[in-house]
């Protein structure tokens, strides 16, 4: 009985903690975390970063308090289009290509699924953010 509490014991003793992603200083929602705003700090948080290199470029989505892991929602690619911004749509569909303009109804960075508001026909649609701040609209 002996043996088998110092072998828990032990292995208790011997559990790592993996490095986490921390911020050195709170950042507030659209910030763009730079490698000097992040540090590592030993924890163990599921659902968080565990290296700066995935973090350092990145945009908060939320107020990121100093000390505090950072968790894989919190952050996200910095934002192409903001909202009220006049953008150019793209649609695509049978061989068909339509470009018009529309304004930004909410942020969204590349990859991102944002409402737009057609100027002509002042409908509301959805597209995805492209790399070159367009548009392109979904059916």
Not at 13 to 39: H, K, M, Q, W, Y
Request: charged content about 20%.
């Amino acid at each position: 009985m002996r043996h088998a509490l110092a072998i828990c014991m032990c292995l208790v003793a011997n559990s790592a903690f993996a490095d986490v992603v921390t911020p050195v200083r709170t950042l507030r929602p659209g910030a763009l975390i730079s490698e000097s705003d992040l540090a590592l700090k030993s924890g163990d948080k599921p659902g968080a970063f565990d290296r700066i290199s995935d973090v350092a470029g990145q945009e908060a989505r939320t107020a990121l308090y100093a000390g505090r892991p950072i968790a894989f929602d919190a952050i996200g690619p910095p934002a192409l289009v903001d909202r009220n911004q006049i953008v150019s749509l793209h649609f695509e569909a049978n061989g068909l290509m339509i470009t018009t303009d529309g304004r930004a109804l909410e942020r969204g960075g590349i990859g991102d699924r944002v409402r737009i508001m057609n100027l002509s026909s002042r409908s509301t649609l959805f597209g995805f953010v492209q790399s070159d701040g367009t548009v392109k609209v979904t059916q």
